[in-house]
């Protein structure tokens, strides 16, 4: 069981330039969300999806977008980096209703990405 | 106004110490409380639920006033190992989790 996997852990890029930031779970959550976590602002929601198909966005989404074509997948794709988007990145997952035995984990982190655009 | 707000940190304390964080909430039609621990910028993880009975693990107390909208977090005779950032956490309608901007903890021998 792998939990959620985020890739890469860490990238460095050009301002300008493209990625995507990929992120899987293996649990079959209908939840998953991408944060961004920058020094003194805690973890703000970036864009979140509720099931295949469905995404929406989240506190801060400018500048970045995503699709949910399978259950399993949400990448996070930055289309045009800025140096504004320095920061460090975490794709977390979860069972959107509460079930028995696991209401108290809401939330299953990926290990985050540091992004650092020049 | 953010929608979850915490004391701003650093709590710098000796260990053995007691120490309290505060926490408010904005939506009042919030479902479920959560306190995390985050290290050195590595994921955040659960720490515990906060019921609104009020509940103890260990030595650790969360409180929960949702006629106030806030939220506590008591840690009795603190250790090293409890240094790391807190974080409350609000869920709202449809799953969403707000976090707040984090309370960093350092414990001193």
């Known amino acids: 069981n792998a939990g959620v996997t985020q890739t890469p852990k860490f990238q460095v890029l050009k301002t300008g330039q493209s990625m995507t930031l990929q992120c899987a779970q293996d649990?079959?959550?209908?939840?998953m969300s991408w944060y961004r976590q920058d020094p003194g602002m805690g973890l703000r929601l970036i864009h979140y999806s509720v099931g295949a198909g469905i995404t929406d966005q989240g506190e801060v989404p400018n500048g970045y977008n995503v699709s949910r074509s399978t259950t399993e997948d949400f990448p996070l794709r930055l289309l045009s980096a800025a140096p504004s988007q320095t920061s460090v990145y975490f794709c977390?997952?979860?069972?959107?209703?509460?079930?028995?035995?696991?209401?108290?984990?809401?939330?299953?982190f990926g290990d985050g990405t540091r992004l650092s655009i020049l | 106004r953010k929608e979850v707000e915490q004391d701003p940190g650093p709590f710098n304390v000796p260990e053995g110490a007691t120490v309290a964080f505060n926490c408010t909430y904005s939506n009042s039609a919030s479902q479920s409380f959560f306190w995390y621990r985050q290290d050195c910028r590595k994921e955040p993880k659960l720490l515990m639920s906060?019921?609104?009975s009020g509940n103890e693990d260990g030595r650790f107390t969360a409180q929960l006033n949702r006629a106030s909208q806030y939220i506590s977090l008591l840690i009795r005779d603190s250790k090293l190992s409890d240094s790391a950032t807190y974080l409350c956490v609000v869920k709202n309608q449809g799953g969403k989790l707000i976090f707040g901007q984090g309370t960093e903890l350092s414990v001193k021998p």
């Open positions: 649990m079959n959550h209908e939840y």
């Open positions: 977390a997952s979860s069972y959107l209703w509460d079930r028995p035995f696991h209401s108290n984990q809401p939330q299953h």
């Open positions: 906060v019921y609104s």
